[in-house]
Each structure stands twice: as structure tokens, then as C-alpha cells.
């Protein structure tokens, strides 16, 4: 399904899995996507890192921050869809996640930059 924006909208019948990706986005980069980690953590975390730069090089990546800093809570890094032209690539990133990430150990947060505001994104329009 695609919403008045453009972006993809996603629907499983496992409950658990589905989401509705009812916003619109602002027209600049779409999506952020924060991985955390602890420090029993931290080579997996950037392992995938190192595996997403050299899959998906169209996202922008930014330096690891290594101690909790701002809202984030503990160590994360931080990368980007970097472009507003790249909003209908979010299921692909999602599904690649979910295959890499599946035992569950690192907590992963995406979140759009939506015409809802900063705390709707961070909130109800979050994917954990």
C-alpha cells in the first residue's frame, strides 16, 4: 500500500508485525535509523554497521557514539535514507534488519521525519 506520500505502507496478517504507515513525509531525508548497543553488544553492532555500509550505500552513516548522548540512553549509531528520493526503499531496509537482527539482542529504533512533528515520529510513528 502506498501512502499520500508516496512511502510504503506495510501490513502482515502476524499482528505483531504489522504497522501502518499512515503520515506523510517532510520532503528531506525520510527515515533514521538508530542502532543501540551495549558494551557485550558493541561487535555485533558494528558488524552490522560495517554490513549495511556496504550493502546499502546510498545511506548516509555517522560516527558511533559511544556513551548515552542526548535522548539516546546508551551507545548508538546512527544512519540515515539521505535522501527524500530514497523514502520507498524503508521496507527493504526493514526486512534486512529483521533477518539480520533476529535474535532480538540489539534494540533497533526507525523512526520518519513525518509532517506529524518530532514526538509523533519518535512515538506512534516509531518501528522498533
Known amino acids: 500500500m502506498t501512502s499520500q506520500d508516496g512511502g510504503s505502507s506495510s ?16 520532503e528531506r531525508n525520510p527515515y533514521d535509523v538508530h542502532v543501540y548497543y551495549t558494551e557485550e ?4 553492532a558494528f558488524r552490522l554497521r560495517d554490513t549495511m555500509k556496504g550493502k546499502f550505500s546510498w545511506m548516509r ?14 551507545p548508538m549509531w546512527e544512519a540515515d535514507f539521505g535522501s527524500y528520493e530514497n523514502r520507498h526503499k524503508l521496507d527493504k531496509i526493514r526486512d534486512f534488519l529483521a533477518k539480520e537482527v533476529h535474535d532480538g539482542g540489539l534494540s ?21
Open 11 to 26: 501490513s502482515n496478517n502476524d499482528d505483531n508485525n504489522a504497522i501502518d504507515l499512515s503520515y506523510t513525509l517532510k
Open 41 to 44: 553488544q558493541e561487535e555485533d
Open 61 to 74: 552513516f555517522y560516527n558511533p557514539k559511544g556513551v548515552p548522548i542526548g535522548p539516546h540512553p546508551i
Open 108 to 128: 533497533i529504533l526507525i523512526h520518519p521525519h513525518s509532517t506529524d512533528g518530532d514526538y509523533a515520529d519518535h512515538t506512534k510513528n516509531a518501528m522498533w
